[in-house]
């Protein structure tokens, strides 16, 4: 999965809670904290944004085979 560096800001507590989270999954405290962010997301019903570069060429793939097939037919 691709990483995207970015900046937090946490208090204190809320830091303290996630290292010690880490710590004993085993993990660092920024997989740790991208981990229960993408869990939270889940759980109050966001979803993943859609890939819209992919998206785009998916479309116009389809929109050519569609020209393509309407040529054909004539």
Do not use: H, N, Y
């Not at 937090?8 to 507590?13: H, P, T, V």
């Not at 740790?32 to 785009?56: H, L």
């Amino acid at each position: 999965m691709a990483t995207r560096k970015v900046t937090l800001s946490l208090d204190e507590a809320a830091w303290s809670f996630a290292e010690q989270a880490a710590a004993r999954a085993g993990m660092s405290p920024s997989a740790w904290i991208s981990k229960a962010a993408r869990r939270e997301a889940v759980r109050t019903g966001c979803s993943p944004v859609p890939d819209v570069t992919a998206q785009a060429a998916a479309d116009a793939a389809e929109l050519a085979a569609a020209e393509e097939a309407m040529r054909a037919a004539g």
